[in-house]
């Protein structure tokens, strides 16, 4: 982020955020919100050997407390940015980020996440769109489910954005996108719901679950080493047998999808 303190070393490893806690923050997780919070959690628990416990903390991201934990703020509707702001410089005191004090903050899509380097520590924000009325449609449900799930596999992996322009192109990774003019579409809008979902598969691929496997294995201080490549190179077959094991287990259906198809919608 432009204006951080640049003195502060930043350190990439995937398996970071293993053993870490969510702190929910904002509204109360709806019930389809908290189906894949419990999911996703039962996912990096089973790959990195380490639960993910998860708990609503009321609406102030104060009574989270500082420690190894992910700050989620829930939302539906107009997204909070005097919250996400507050959220920002408290984290950034707590963890003393060195963020710019004054800086004003804005959501620029329904889901995202910020992971920042600390003197005392790394902090991880997580601001998501969720469900505003009790019952959902296809749409709605697919749409929720794919945002949250996105920011949780890239916070949790430092995963980042893969741009495909070729919508021909078989996707690989929940990570691949489409890029899409989304900004005369609201959102909310079933036609922002659709354009988005399309534009990158809905759900977790088996690439995906590979990395996870393989991210929680290695045996490397930061995941952006050649040597994490090395690792992934020598233990290939182990690693794709543990994520075929890991997909067709029953238990994580819902955010997996073996083909990797963008949704028809």
Known sequence: MLGRDLAIPVHINGRDLAGSSICLVGELPHPWTASVLETFGALA??????????????????????????????????????????????????????????????????????????????????????????????????FYKSILLEELFQSFTFGMDVLIFDRREQLQSKLQETPFDLYRLPWGSRAFMRALLTSNPARLCAFDVFMMHAIAQAPVDQTIEAAFLDYIENQYDALADLAEMTMLDPRFAGIVDPTCKRPSL
């Open 45 to 142: 628990a089973a790959t990195f050997g380490k639960p993910l416990p998860t708990r609503y903390a009321g609406k102030d991201a104060r009574t989270c407390g500082s420690g190894r934990t992910v700050l989620m703020r829930l939302y539906s509707g107009a997204p909070p940015n005097q919250a996400l702001a507050a959220d920002l410089r408290w984290m950034s005191r707590t963890y003393e980020l060195g963020l710019p004090e004054r800086r004003r903050y804005a959501a620029n899509s329904p889901a995202m996440a910020q992971t920042f380097f600390g003197k005392r520590g790394q902090g991880t924000h997580i601001m998501v769109q969720q469900p505003s009325r009790p019952h959902l449609d296809r749409l709605e449900k697919q």
